[in-house]
């Protein structure tokens, strides 16, 4: 492989990388985020198209010329493997048909309470409170969910833009009912969680607001 491909391949997945984590960019934009031409992020762009990873849309722009917004499309799913899924939803539709589900959603608590436990060990709750979400976006990403934080007014904004274990969380919902209350126990009593956006229901990923419970 020569080197101009391999430039081009990596420029590629950080161009994925970025539409993931970002949502909808236009080709300008994504050329400040990797210091590129914009003429140059549109010929990966153009080739991502063809390979059906990535759509084009116009989006106003007041009198000018609409602006052209990439996103990616379900394909580029592949780029994010979410290993093991399968295994994980037999085991789980196992479960449900031998045990029913009082025994499954007993199980799910078990994993939620174990999940708790590992993120009490790296959540220093006398930290400020973005300090915290900030550790539980960094424990978050380790486990798959590219996850990251921004401020909006008196809110920190979780966002975790991809699912790992989606096709799990689809046959039991209870994983993600079980998951806000893990974040609130985790950040500690002070931490109000909301989920705005769900991968689950349609979104292009999950978002949590979290404020301090005194600032509302």
């Known amino acids: 492989m020569s080197q101009t491909t391999d430039v081009s391949e990596k420029t590629r997945m950080q161009i994925i990388q970025l539409l993931k984590r970002l949502g909808s960019l236009s080709a300008i934009k994504l050329g400040q985020l990797l210091d590129r031409t914009p003429m140059a992020i549109r010929l990966q762009l153009h080739a991502l198209r063809e390979d059906r990873f990535v759509a084009?849309?116009?989006?106003?722009?007041?009198?000018?010329?609409?602006?052209?917004?990439?996103?990616l499309t379900p394909a580029a799913d592949e780029f994010f493997p979410d290993e093991h899924k399968r295994l994980a939803v037999d085991l789980i539709g196992y479960v449900r048909d031998q045990f029913g589900d009082d025994e499954l959603n007993r199980l799910i608590d078990r994993f939620s309470q174990d999940q708790l436990a590992t993120y009490l060990r790296r959540i220093d709750r006398e930290e400020p409170l973005s300090a915290r979400v900030e550790a539980l976006a960094q424990l978050r990403t380790e486990e798959g969910y590219m996850a990251d934080v921004t401020i909006d007014g008196d809110s920190l904004l979780l966002a975790e833009n991809h699912c790992p274990i989606c096709d799990v969380a689809r046959s039991c919902t209870r994983l993600c009912?079980?998951?806000?209350?893990?974040?609130?126990?985790?950040?500690?009593?002070?931490?109000?969680?909301?989920?705005?956006?769900?991968?689950?229901?349609?979104a292009r990923r999950c978002l949590y607001r979290i404020r301090e419970r005194s600032a509302r």
Request: glycine fraction near 10%.
């Open 177 to 202: 009912s079980n998951e806000i209350d893990v974040f609130r126990n985790a950040l500690g009593s002070d931490a109000d969680v909301t989920r705005e956006d769900h991968i689950i229901s349609g």
């Open 56 to 71: 084009d849309r116009s989006s106003p722009s007041g009198r000018g010329r609409p602006t052209i917004l990439w996103s």
